[in-house]
């Protein structure tokens, strides 16, 4: 393991967006297996820090490719696209006109079939949106257009986390 290398190559995978859970999941365990500082405890603290040191580093690294979002981003940022979601929000109109509808159908929002809805939609708007990234990164390798792609996914996990907060309110 070379900790120079990216999240890609320190799992054996292809840089791409597409990329099977399970794949992930699996190569994360052997990695684990083979760097767990307790194998290390023989060839003294030195060696067990180094081991404990690749631990960190493969838990950061699934944690980005396990996450779709996470993964776009990081894909973006390897290829000169860095997402800069803290000072670039520039959207779409036709995006910020139906972040603008969702909101306004949130506040409103007075019975649980109404949140599933708006839910549905938003899952629906994240569906397409990852399959937009998909076909951005991995077929057209416009990592600018993916960024783009990136912070409105941002922007939906973060209002799909509202809509659970207003759910727990109605539950209330």
């Known amino acids: 393991m070379n900790l120079q290398s990216d999240d890609f190559e320190l799992f054996g995978l292809a840089p791409r967006f597409e990329q099977e859970r399970s794949a992930i999941d699996a190569r994360w365990k052997e990695l684990q297996r083979e760097a767990h500082p307790d194998k290390f405890a023989a060839q003294g603290a030195s060696a067990q820090r180094i081991a404990l040191q690749w631990s960190v580093r493969i838990n950061e690294a699934y944690q980005r490719l396990k996450d779709p979002i996470r993964r776009a981003a990081y ?50 708007a994240r569906r397409a949106a990852l399959l937009q990234c998909e076909q951005l990164i991995d077929r057209q390798q416009d990592y600018a257009g993916a960024a783009r792609e990136v912070r409105a996914l941002m922007f939906i996990a973060r209002f799909a986390d509202d809509i659970e907060r207003r759910r727990e309110q109605l539950g209330q």
Do not use: K, Y
Request: aromatic share 4%; hydrophobic share 45%; charged share 30%.
């Open 75 to 124: 894909l973006c940022e390897l290829h000169g696209a860095p997402i800069r979601s803290e000072n670039n929000t520039a959207m779409p109109a036709v995006f910020l006109m139906q972040q603008m509808e969702w909101r306004e159908a949130l506040e409103e929002a007075r019975a649980e079939s109404e949140l599933d809805a708006l839910d549905d939609a938003v899952a629906q």
